[in-house]
Nanobody, 128 residues
Framework: QVQLVESGGGLVQAGGSLRLSCAAS????????MGWFRQAPGKEREFVVA????????YSADSVKGRFTISRDNVKNTVYLQMKNLKPEDTAVYFC?????????????????????WGQGTQVTVSS
């Protein structure tokens, strides 16, 4: 069983920055492919960014490309989401997700059903 705890959400003005963290426990972190998803009120959950087990490969949704960066620290068992130039449409609950160790070290995943574990979410609100 993997436990994921997100932190770092909050209220920020448009154009501002935030860094989300997701601390993982319960399994060797380097065996987990990780991703971030978000869900705005009244909308379906959507993919944001993903990172491979090694951290060497990442993929971002077009809506955040060039503004959001995912990274991981396999010593601290934490994945990060650095968000810059935030827009009001980025307002959502952000969820961290983990895929257990049946993926290659270089693969990332962009579909929610490919993930096995989810955090409780952290609210990000961007004011205009």
């Amino acid at each position: 069983q993997v436990q994921l705890v997100e932190s770092g959400g909050g209220l920020v003005q448009a154009g501002g920055s935030l860094r989300l963290s997701c601390a993982a426990s319960g399994r060797t972190f380097s065996t987990l492919a990780m991703g971030w998803f978000r869900q705005a009120p009244g909308k379906e959950r959507e993919f944001v960014v993903a990172i491979s087990r090694s951290g060497g490969n990442t993929y971002s949704a077009d809506s955040v490309k060039g503004r959001f960066t995912i990274s991981r620290d396999n010593v601290k068992n934490t994945v990060y989401l650095q968000m810059k130039n935030l827009k009001p449409e980025d307002t959502a609950v952000y969820f961290c997700a983990a895929r257990s160790g049946r993926s290659s070290i270089t693969s990332y995943y962009i579909v929610g059903v490919d993930y096995d574990y989810w955090g409780q979410g952290t609210q990000v609100t961007v004011s205009s």
